[in-house]
C-alpha cells in the first residue's frame, strides 16, 4: 500500500499541498462535503482558514505547525479541525476531521459516524494542547493590547491619581470618587505667553508648548511629584510626600529651562522665563462630569492660592514664591534659603498671606547678594509693616545697592518713597 493510500484509509479527510497551495492528494471523504474537489486545483478555491487568524500562504502555514487549524469549507457549513505537518518531501499536509459535536450535526453534513475514523485519544490530547497553545498566544496577544490601552491611558489619568483614590485601574473609575487629602500645589507658568504665541502659526505654537512641556514633565517626577493637568503653556503638579520636593522640583525646572533656552539660543530664538508658586493645603481629588463623559480634577482653595501665588512672581522680579503654609511645613526649608518678600492680600483671600521667594534658584551672583542682605531685607520688612518708611526704604536702598538684580528690594524702596511723599497709606502689593 502507498503512502497516499494508507492516509486515505487512515486520514479520510486529509489535504496535501505543494509550495504553489495546490492539492496534490485529498482525503476519499472530502468529495462529500465539496463536491467539485479534485487533485490540482488551488487551496483557496474550496478552502479559508479560519484559526488561526490572518494566517495565508504556504510560507505562513508553515510558520504555524504548532497551531490548531480550523478550515472553512467554500459553499457548505462544514468545517474541518486538525493541524499542519510538514511530510519528508516538502509538502504540507492537513490532517484533521469535520468539526461537530453532536450527531445533529454529522448528519447535516451528509456524513455518519462510520465517516469519522478512530483516532488514538492521544490524538484528541494532541489538539487539545494545540488548542490550548492557540488560546494562550490569543491571551498574550489580548495583554499585549490591554498593556498598551494601560499605558495609554496612563497618559491621560496619572497611576498616582488612581493610588490616591485607592483604585487599580482606570476600569474601576466611578463619577463621583473622592478622596480629601492635605497636598502641595505647585504652579508655573510662562510669562508673556500671549505675545509670544501672536508671532507664531498654531503648528509652531503647539510645537514650542509641547517642547517646552516634555522638558519640565520629568522634572517633576523625579521629585515625587506628578503633574494633574496641563492649562496651555502652564502645568499644575501635585506633590503627597512634603512641600521640600516641590521646592526642590521647581528648582530643577528653572535649571532645565536654561537648558531649554541654550537650545532655542542655537536656534536664534529668544529666552523664556517662567513663574512658580507653591502653596501647601487640603485638597479634594476626585471626578466630575457625568456618565459619558467625565475626568479627575482637584478642588480647593489651596489650588487657587497657588495659581495667584504664581501671577505675582513677575511683580516682585522673582522665580519662584511659596506660601507661609508651605514654609512652615518644610521639614528643612533654610535649605533654601527662604526669603520672605512681602505680606501680601492676594486676589479670593480675605487675609494677607506670607510669601517667601525661593533664594538658592537664583544665579550664583544674584543670590550671593540677597544671602549676604538677608537680615537687612527683613528688617527693611518689618519696618514698612510698621508704618516706618524712612527706615524701611534705607533698608531696601542698601540691600538693592548690594544687588542691583533684587528686584523685591527696589520695588519695597520705591514704595517707601511714595508713601513718604503722600501719595500711599501703607504700601503694599494690593490684590495680585
Request: hydrophobic share 45%; proline share 5%; glycine share 8%.
Amino acid at each position: 500500500m502507498s503512502n497516499v493510500d494508507l492516509l486515505q484509509t487512515v486520514f479520510p479527510f486529509h489535504i496535501a499541498l505543494d509550495s504553489g497551495m495546490r492539492i496534490t492528494h485529498h482525503g476519499p471523504k472530502l468529495t462529500r462535503l465539496r463536491p467539485p474537489l479534485k487533485v490540482g486545483d488551488a487551496f483557496g478555491e474550496h478552502f479559508r482558514v479560519r484559526r488561526p487568524p490572518g494566517v495565508d500562504g504556504f510560507a505562513a502555514l508553515a510558520s504555524r505547525l504548532d497551531a490548531l487549524y480550523i478550515l472553512e469549507v467554500i459553499d457548505s457549513p462544514a468545517e474541518l479541525r486538525g493541524q499542519m505537518v510538514r511530510t519528508s518531501d516538502g509538502e504540507l499536509l492537513f490532517i484533521g476531521q469535520p468539526l461537530t459535536r453532536n450527531l445533529r450535526e454529522v448528519k447535516a453534513l451528509g456524513l455518519s459516524l462510520r465517516d469519522f475514523p478512530l483516532y488514538d485519544p492521544s490524538g484528541d490530547l494532541l489538539f487539545a494542547m494545540q488548542a490550548q497553545q492557540t488560546t494562550i498566544d490569543e491571551a498574550r496577544a489580548l495583554n499585549e493590547r490591554l498593556t498598551q490601552l494601560n499605558d495609554a491611558f496612563r497618559r491621560y489619568v496619572p497611576q498616582e491619581f488612581l493610588r490616591l483614590l485607592q483604585k487599580e485601574s482606570i476600569v474601576h473609575i466611578k463619577l463621583g470618587d473622592c478622596v480629601e487629602r492635605r497636598m502641595t500645589v505647585l504652579f508655573s507658568d510662562i510669562r508673556s505667553f500671549t505675545t509670544l504665541s501672536e508671532s507664531m502659526s498654531p503648528p509652531a505654537t503647539f510645537a514650542f508648548i509641547n517642547s517646552y512641556l516634555q522638558a519640565m514633565q520629568p522634572v517633576v517626577g523625579r521629585h515625587n511629584g506628578f503633574i494633574d493637568k496641563f492649562v496651555g503653556d502652564a502645568i499644575m503638579a501635585l506633590f503627597d510626600s512634603k512641600p521640600d520636593d516641590a521646592v526642590l522640583a521647581a528648582v530643577d525646572m528653572l535649571r532645565a529651562l536654561d537648558d531649554y533656552n541654550g537650545g532655542r539660543a542655537a536656534a536664534g530664538q529668544g529666552p523664556i522665563r517662567i513663574g512658580i508658586g507653591i502653596n501647601t493645603g487640603n485638597l479634594m481629588l476626585g471626578t466630575i462630569g457625568g456618565e459619558d463623559r467625565m475626568e479627575g480634577t482637584v478642588i480647593s482653595d489651596a489650588v487657587n492660592l497657588a495659581s495667584r501665588i504664581e501671577s505675582v512672581t513677575k511683580f516682585y522680579g522673582v522665580d519662584v514664591l511659596v506660601s507661609e503654609d508651605a514654609r512652615a511645613a518644610m521639614l528643612d526649608a533654610s535649605a533654601f534659603e527662604l526669603r520672605e518678600v512681602d505680606h501680601v492680600r492676594v486676589r479670593g483671600k480675605t487675609q494677607p498671606v506670607r510669601l517667601y521667594e525661593v533664594c538658592v534658584a537664583d544665579p550664583p551672583a544674584v543670590r550671593e547678594g540677597k544671602v549676604a542682605t538677608l537680615a537687612r531685607f527683613a528688617e527693611g520688612l518689618a519696618a514698612l509693616n510698621d508704618h516706618r518708611f524712612e527706615e524701611a526704604r534705607a533698608l531696601f536702598e542698601e540691600c538693592a545697592q548690594a544687588c542691583p538684580l533684587d528686584k523685591a528690594a527696589r520695588l519695597h524702596a520705591d514704595r517707601c518713597a511714595e508713601a513718604l511723599r503722600g501719595r500711599g497709606g501703607k504700601a503694599d502689593a494690593g490684590s495680585a
